[in-house]
């Protein structure tokens, strides 16, 4: 059944929406996937905060380019389906990666970070990388650590002056034998 060009005009605007929403976009190749792994896939990549979808080739084309995005020619060919990150885009990458290695039939072909391209080894790279609230946390740990020890100095010749001070007063309390 033929689409009517209002029709496509239509998936090109959704395709071009879903970009511009997005911080990321993965591009994978699902030849061989049940329609029950497909539905599996995509919980996992909504647990991360983003859509899985299967996409036509010629219109995703047109969207990403009409977005701004330089895509090499083999990424619009064979099966497509594209992730869209919109809220934690290592978190989608690791979702995508680690069914393409559970299921065998998904492959990763590449994908954008902010409309920079990655290619299917970045991809997996970019998989490895910890949650966000992990990196966060490190983050605050590494700019936390000089004003740690700057506070330790600070306080380090009080202490010794109590420790010595708690020592003279355990040594008086001590009855002397006789």
Same mark, same amino acid.
Do not use: C
């Given at each position: 059944?033929a689409?009517?060009? @209002?029709?496509?005009?239509?998936?090109?605007?959704?395709?071009q929406?879903?970009?511009g /929403?997005?911080?990321a976009?993965?591009l994978a190749e699902?030849?061989?996937?049940?329609?029950k792994?497909?539905?599996?896939?995509r919980d996992?990549?909504?647990e991360?905060? +983003? @859509?899985?979808?299967?996409?036509? /080739?010629?219109l =995703?084309?047109l969207?990403?380019?009409?977005?701004?995005?330089?895509?090499p020619?083999?990424?619009?060919?064979g099966?497509?389906?594209?992730?869209?990150?919109?809220?934690?885009?290592p978190?989608?990458?690791k979702?995508?990666?680690?069914?393409s290695?559970?299921? +065998?039939?998904?492959?990763?072909?590449?994908?954008?970070? @902010?409309? /920079?391209?990655?290619? =299917?080894?970045?991809?997996?790279?970019?998989?490895?990388?910890?949650?966000?609230p992990?990196v966060?946390?490190?983050?605050? +740990?590494?700019?936390?650590a000089p004003a740690t020890?700057?506070?330790?100095?600070i306080?380090?010749? =009080?202490?010794?002056l109590?420790?010595?001070?708690? =020592?003279?007063?355990d040594s008086?309390?001590?009855?002397? @034998?006789?």
């Amino acid at each position: 059944m033929a689409v009517s060009k @209002e029709r496509k005009k239509d998936i090109v605007a959704t395709y071009q929406d879903w970009l511009g /929403n997005s911080q990321a976009v993965f591009l994978a190749e699902y030849t061989g996937l049940t329609m029950k792994d497909m539905d599996a896939l995509r919980d996992k990549v909504r647990e991360a905060g +983003g @859509e899985f979808h299967v996409i036509k /080739n010629t219109l =995703a084309k047109l969207a990403f380019e009409g977005e701004g995005y330089e895509v090499p020619l083999d990424f619009f060919s064979g099966s497509t389906a594209a992730g869209f990150a919109f809220e934690d885009a290592p978190g989608m990458a690791k979702a995508i990666a680690d069914y393409s290695k559970s299921v +065998g039939f998904l492959k990763v072909k590449g994908g954008f970070l @902010e409309k /920079n391209f990655l290619s =299917a080894e970045e991809v997996q790279a970019f998989a490895e990388l910890p949650p966000l609230p992990i990196v966060q946390a490190q983050l605050l +740990g590494t700019l936390m650590a000089p004003a740690t020890k700057l506070v330790r100095t600070i306080i380090e010749p =009080a202490r010794q002056l109590a420790s010595v001070m708690q =020592a003279r007063v355990d040594s008086e309390a001590v009855p002397a @034998e006789s």
